[in-house]
């Protein structure tokens, strides 16, 4: 089954930001939502936030990361690239971060995700 690559995660003191990095292969992917999740240690994975795949390229976010994290997407041919740009980032935004895929309608509720990469390790200092 096809993965998706997470990359961009680190160390950051609490206030910084980060930039995490999604790729997908562009033929498969460049008609599926693509969104973000996370799981903190002993906690289940949550979502955090998506981006439709059509022109308008429609978002939705967790409450806990609106106004600080942006989500977007680069549908060039061969590779979707999605990126998660994370600002004022909280000791609470430690977590392993996922990207996945979605072809469910219901795509902004967080469902039908898939194709799950390794993650990314994010780690917030206080």
């Known amino acids: 089954q096809v993965q998706l690559v997470e990359s961009g995660g680190g160390l950051v003191q609490a206030g910084g930001s980060l930039r995490l990095s999604c790729a997908a292969p562009g033929r498969t992917f460049n008609s599926y939502a693509m969104g973000w999740f996370r799981q903190a240690p002993g906690k289940e994975r949550e979502f955090v936030a998506a981006i439709n795949w059509s022109g308008d390229d429609s978002t939705r976010y967790a409450d806990s990361v609106k106004g600080r994290f942006t989500i977007s997407r680069d549908n060039a041919y061969n590779t979707v690239t999605v990126d998660l740009q994370m600002n004022s980032l909280k000791p609470e935004d430690t977590a392993v971060y996922y990207c996945?895929?979605?072809?469910?309608?219901?795509?902004?509720?967080?469902?039908?995700?898939?194709?799950w990469g390794q993650g990314t390790q994010v780690t917030v200092s206080s």
């Open positions: 996945g895929a979605s072809s469910s309608g219901s795509w902004n509720y967080g469902r039908g995700f898939g194709f």
